[in-house]
Nanobody, 126 residues
Framework: QVQVVESGGGLVQAGGSLRLSCATS????????MGWFRQAPGKEREFVAA????????HYADSVEGRFTISRDNAKNTMYLQMNSLKPEDTAVYYC???????????????????WGQGTQVTVSS
C-alpha cells in the first residue's frame, strides 16, 4: 500500500508560478511511476504529466507542455510539479497518483494508476 499526499496549491495571478509537492509513504518510492492529474468543476479528471520510476521518461499533456515540469527526488520520497506561466484555465484540483510497483513507465490514463491523493486546489485569477 502506498499513501500519497499533495501540497502546495493556492491562489495565484495569471502568469504566476506554483510548485506542487507529492509526498509518499508505505513502500519504496523509487519503484513507482508517478503522475499528476487535475479536475476542474464540471469536468472529467484529466491527465497533466507523468514520470517513470527512474525519472528518465516524462510525458505532458499538450495544454501544459513547455509550462509545467514534473520531477522527483527519490531520496525524499517526493514528486513535484513546477507550474509556470499559469492561466485561468489551469484552475482545478490537482491530484497526485502512483502506479502499481509492477509498472515502471509513464502512463496517461486514470485506470493505470493504483494510488491517489486527496488533491490540492489551484486557483488562477485573471
Amino acid at each position: 500500500q502506498v499513501q500519497v499526499v499533495e501540497s502546495g496549491g493556492g491562489l495565484v495571478q495569471a502568469g504566476g508560478s506554483l510548485r506542487l509537492s507529492c509526498a509518499t509513504s508505505g513502500r519504496t518510492f523509487s519503484r513507482y511511476a508517478m503522475g499528476w492529474f487535475r479536475q476542474a468543476p464540471g469536468k472529467e479528471r484529466e491527465f497533466v504529466a507523468a514520470l517513470s520510476w527512474s525519472g528518465g521518461s516524462r510525458h505532458y499533456a499538450d495544454s501544459v507542455e513547455g509550462r509545467f515540469t514534473i520531477s522527483r527526488d527519490n531520496a525524499k520520497n517526493t514528486m513535484y510539479l513546477q507550474m509556470n506561466s499559469l492561466k485561468p484555465e489551469d484552475t482545478a484540483v490537482y491530484y497526485c497518483a502512483a502506479r502499481s510497483e509492477y509498472y515502471s513507465d509513464v502512463a496517461t490514463a486514470k485506470y493505470e494508476y493504483a494510488y491517489w491523493g486527496q488533491g490540492t486546489q489551484v486557483t488562477v485569477s485573471s
